[in-house]
């Protein structure tokens, strides 16, 4: 059988388009709001960095219960069109809370809880996304690593945008663009998504990987945490560390990660190219090593210039990383797609668990500085374990 080819017709029909369209601003909705979350903790609802670390492991914590609940959900009601929809209102409805009210407590039950719904809207779209694929004969990986790009180039935008309007207009400004973008996002999904209606799977055995493989999945899943931890610290912390350490200016903080994730774009395609020439495992362990010499370098860098070039280890590391580590469970885990891509999910939000945890109280013992010591050496215990996963 001949693989489909992919012409232009194919590729810019409606459905596929809308997919990239809505990835992009529900992509620039989130880039709006995480970079500047500690800073906007510290400066206007004024805490302590300790209950800006209980703030992000809080919203980690929300996060896995809602995406639990609503993975189950999706899975009983067949059609996530509408649930996705309904995710974006309630973001929507988060940012606003976000952008009038100035409590750290309301902020931390309900503000949190309205925005884990916008957050999980984005993989019950990859999800949708899947089935689209699957349903038109289109390459699915392909398909997918457009459409994280997609994620990616919002946030090359989003967090420049989020600290100039932070700074040039206030966090209320910036919010309220949030909650534009996923007003808009959601009116995207109710007119121009697809439905993939279709019959709940019945599951009459758990769901695991084979049992030569657990061991490998455990390992992998562990470094994943670890890394995901490293680059939550880092998202946390820079802002601050930038700020009030490094005394630089607060737009720098967005420029470097709006850097990081527009070099995350080609990462994501070339590495996506050559995992089927080399393997994923050779990648991952390119990724992991410009990790520990990229937080290497920020216990030794201090000034602009350097920082931003160091973005390139960044971009390297995270992108081999959103764009094949799901890929690499879903290899371990043949013939279930979902628990794998659920497992690097939760690895995902697990990580922020432990980052949130980790740099309030770090931060408040002794500094934003010593916050990238413990990403460094939580790196290298990376190198320990993904050297032990085998290429499925």
């Given at each position: 059988m001949s693989t489909p080819d992919y012409p232009a017709t194919r590729r810019l029909d409606s459905g596929s388009l809308a997919f990239l369209v809505v990835a992009f601003v529900s992509g620039l909705a989130g880039a709006l709001q995480t970079p500047t979350l500690s800073l906007y903790l510290t400066t206007e609802v004024q805490v302590r960095p300790l209950l800006v670390g209980l703030f992000f492991t809080g919203n980690a914590v929300i996060g896995i219960l809602v995406s639990q609940f609503l993975a189950r959900r999706s899975d009983l009601q067949g059609d996530r069109k509408k649930l996705i929809f309904q995710c974006l209102l309630l973001g929507a409805l988060a940012s606003l809370l976000f952008a009038f009210n100035r409590n750290y407590y309301v902020l931390l039950i309900l503000g949190v809880f309205l925005a884990s719904f916008g957050v999980t809207a984005t993989p019950q779209m990859f999800a949708?996304?899947?089935?689209?694929?699957?349903?038109?004969?289109?390459?699915?990986?392909?398909?997918?690593?457009?459409?994280?790009?997609?994620?990616?180039?919002?946030?090359?935008?989003?967090?420049?945008?989020?600290?100039?309007?932070?700074?040039?207009?206030?966090?209320?400004?910036?919010?309220?663009?949030?909650?534009?973008?996923?007003?808009?996002?959601?009116?995207?999904?109710?007119?121009?998504?697809?439905?993939?209606?279709?019959?709940?799977?019945?599951?009459?055995?758990?769901?695991?990987?084979?049992?030569?493989?657990?061991?490998?999945?455990?390992?992998?899943?562990?470094?994943?945490?670890?890394?995901?931890?490293?680059?939550?610290?880092?998202?946390?912390?820079?802002?601050?560390?930038?700020?009030?350490?490094?005394?630089?200016?607060?737009?720098?903080?967005?420029?470097?990660?709006?850097?990081?994730?527009?070099?995350?774009?080609?990462?994501?395609?070339?590495?996506?190219?050559?995992?089927?020439?080399?393997g994923k495992r050779p990648l991952m362990r390119a990724a992991v090593i410009c990790g520990v010499v990229f937080y290497a370098g920020m216990l030794f860098i201090h000034d602009p210039l350097p920082l931003l070039m160091l973005q390139v280890l960044n971009a390297v590391f995270i992108g081999i990383l959103a764009g094949l580590g799901m890929i690499w469970f879903q290899d371990l885990m043949p013939g279930q797609a979902g628990a794998a891509t659920t497992l690097f999910t939760n690895s995902t939000r697990v990580g922020w668990v432990v980052a949130g945890s980790l740099a309030g109280v770090v931060a408040e013992i002794w500094s934003y500085h010593a916050v990238f010591g413990f990403a460094f050496i939580m790196m290298l215990a990376t190198v320990g374990c993904i050297w032990r996963v085998k290429e499925a």
């Open positions: 949708l996304a899947r089935e689209h694929a699957d349903k038109t004969g289109r390459e699915n990986v392909m398909f997918s690593s457009v459409m994280r790009a997609q994620i990616s180039l919002a946030w090359v935008i989003g967090p420049p945008l989020a600290f100039a309007l932070a700074l040039g207009y206030g966090f209320t400004a910036m919010y309220l663009l949030a909650a534009v973008a996923f007003v808009l996002c959601a009116i995207l999904v109710k007119c121009y998504l697809p439905s993939m209606h279709k019959q709940p799977a019945v599951v009459t055995g758990k769901l695991e990987a084979p049992r030569r493989n657990r061991r490998d999945t455990l390992q992998l899943f562990i470094a994943c945490v670890l890394m995901w931890s490293c680059n939550g610290l880092y998202l946390i912390t820079m802002p601050l560390y930038v700020t009030h350490e490094l005394h630089l200016s607060q737009k720098l903080a967005g420029i470097l990660i709006g850097l990081a994730a527009g070099l995350e774009i080609p990462v994501m395609l070339i590495a996506g190219y050559y995992a089927r020439r080399t």
